[in-house]
């Protein structure tokens, strides 16, 4: 069973997704919060499997409370999925530098939610690499530089390259694919990544390559 908790300011939204989430055999809502602190405060509480997390709220904002969630040693198996609206798109960014996995809009059809609490708790990132790309080609500024940026000094070469594949946009098999390496080694060598940048999720993995000029925004 995969343990929910539901955050939302506005009282019907987060009915609507409880009562949604509940035609879902596999999926239990075990807390609802109307704002990122008492959210903080479940989480801690309940450890739920997955926090669908809204961006703005009273108390503490949504990237607050995603942040503190995924800095908590004792949260590391909580898993962060932001429920967004098209004109909050560099608040996306900011949720997934703090260690959301991924993002949804909230006109997304019932199977779509459920599908990507699945997808997030089976340990993916939930992140559409074109709507991620556009994202961060908007929001996100990267390093003039050609040179391997001080920040990445202590990622080997292989690394660095697995860095720049995931920051493009390629999947654990793609990359296995590129590198003709077998998919575990292609897991591994991200893991080895996401430890030493330490990253919680493989989005921020995605925006540490464009920050540091791995990858440039297209059309650059």
């Keep these: ?30 807390a609802e919060a109307g704002d990122g602190r008492r959210a903080v405060e479940l989480a801690r509480r309940h450890r739920p499997d997955v926090v669908l997390m809204d961006i703005r709220m009273p108390v503490m904002d949504g990237i607050d409370a995603t942040r503190t969630i995924c800095a908590d040693r004792g949260l590391e198996a909580v898993r962060v999925l932001v429920l967004t609206t098209f004109e909050e798109d560099a608040f996306i960014v900011g949720a997934l530098r703090a260690g959301a996995s991924g993002f949804l809009g909230k006109g997304s059809e019932p199977g779509e939610i459920i599908a990507a609490i699945r997808a997030v708790h089976g340990g993916e990132a939930l992140l559409s690499p074109t709507a991620t790309r556009a994202l961060i080609d908007r929001y996100v500024r990267p390093s003039p530089s050609d040179v391997v940026p001080q920040a990445l000094e202590h990622l080997t070469e292989r690394e660095v390259e697995i860095l720049t594949l995931v920051g493009s946009g390629l999947s654990n098999a793609e990359i296995a694919d590129r590198l003709v390496i077998s998919p575990h080694t292609a897991k591994t060598h991200v893991n080895r990544v996401m430890t030493k940048l330490h990253a919680h999720d493989r989005a921020q993995l995605v925006i540490a390559a464009y920050e540091n000029g791995l990858v440039r925004p297209q059309g650059a």
């Design 1 to 30: 069973m995969i343990r929910v908790l539901v955050v939302d300011d506005q009282t019907l939204i987060r009915s609507a997704v409880v009562g949604l989430l509940g035609a879902a055999d596999d999926v239990e809502v075990v």
